[in-house]
């Protein structure tokens, strides 16, 4: 079965700190991919990043970065210089591989975090 | 380029009436998820399809949900009859197939519907 868990329900940072927030995860998959999303609070849902099982890179876009780490189940993502834009709710999601069998192709996605930037 | 559509993006009903929710993926897309958001059970997967076919449904609540895809540029979600715990925001998203396989890349959301249900 698969499972996202974001143990951190709340963060509020002030402005410009560096945060970071959690996602481990369980498959018993050798292939799945990872993702973040972001949803801020005019609702919709906006995809920031997708990771394959197989790439362990570290990635940094801007202010931005994701550690996967496979050995502890985890991808986190890191947000520098934290601004209020930021503020939102932010989702990590698991699918599997696995084509047309039930449950692939399905986004499991964490309890999310809700990301508070005070000015 | 477009991103998805949804319609419309706020419906109040009352109890017992058919709520019906539509869907425009991104063109070229192959995949089309319809997904559930509310505070208990945060974002479920509903259904999918694949080139317009229906491929797992098994996220599909109860008999008073259905979904069509009658061409690739349109999907609805249908309710009849509605009932108050149906509120929720419900998400279209669209993705396209990888090269060689069964399946989907990166999934793109719509603004989402928000359905109360009084």
């Known amino acids: 079965a698969q499972k996202v868990t974001q143990a951190q329900t709340e963060i509020s940072v002030v402005e410009k700190e560096d945060v970071t927030l959690d996602c481990v995860y369980e498959?018993?998959?050798?292939?799945?991919?990872l993702f973040w999303y972001k949803q801020p609070p005019s609702g919709e849902l906006v995809f920031l990043i997708r990771?394959?099982?197989?790439?362990?890179q570290n990635e940094i876009s801007g202010r931005y970065s994701w550690n996967f780490q496979k050995s502890t189940s985890s991808f986190n993502f890191t947000i520098t210089a934290s601004q209020v834009v930021d503020s939102a709710v932010y989702f990590c999601?698991?699918?599997?591989?696995?084509?047309?069998?039930?449950?692939?192709?399905?986004?499991?996605f964490g309890t999310g975090t809700r990301l508070t930037v005070i000015p | 380029d477009a991103g998805v559509i949804q319609s419309p993006r706020h419906e109040v009903t009352e109890m017992g009436q058919e709520v019906t929710l539509r869907c425009k993926p991104i063109?070229?897309?192959?995949?089309l998820f319809w997904y559930r958001q509310t505070m208990m059970r945060g974002l479920e997967l509903l259904i999918y399809?694949?080139?317009?076919?229906?491929?797992?449904d098994s996220g599909m609540p109860e008999d008073r949900f259905s979904a069509k895809m009658p061409n690739a540029s349109f999907s609805t979600l249908k309710i009849q009859p509605s009932e108050p715990r149906d509120s929720a925001v419900y998400f279209c998203?669209?993705?396209?197939?990888?090269?060689?396989?069964?399946?989907?890349?990166?999934?793109?959301f719509g603004p989402g519907t928000r359905l109360l249900v009084l």
């Open positions: 399809f694949n080139n317009n076919v229906p491929i797992d």
């Open positions: 998203a669209s993705s396209r197939q990888m090269r060689g396989t069964f399946e989907s890349e990166t999934q793109y």
């Open positions: 498959t018993r998959d050798t292939t799945y991919y």
């Open positions: 063109s070229g897309h192959d995949y």
């Open positions: 990771r394959n099982s197989f790439d362990e």
């Open positions: 999601a698991l699918s599997q591989e696995g084509g047309h069998q039930t449950g692939a192709n399905n986004l499991f």
